[in-house]
């Protein structure tokens, strides 16, 4: 299997698994483990896909007032 690098001037928007351990530090005091983490990613995924339209229609209205 090959990592696909990604560009990071091609994102408007990273959250890596750095990111999902340093915060369950700060909500459980701990990291999490393999398959809490497959719980997190799927929890997260989930989370993004329910509120991106919620999302760009928040980025968009307001940029749309921004030019009024």
């Not at 560009?7 to 990273?14: E, M, P, S, Y």
């Amino acid at each position: 299997m090959t990592k696909e690098m990604i560009n990071k001037n091609d994102l408007a928007f990273f959250i890596s698994k750095n990111t999902l351990q340093d915060e369950a530090m700060k909500y459980l005091n701990r990291k999490l483990n393999y398959e809490e983490m497959k719980q997190a990613e799927d929890f997260l995924e989930w989370g993004i896909m329910e509120s991106i339209n919620i999302i760009y229609d928040t980025i968009f209205r307001n940029i749309e007032s921004n030019k009024e």
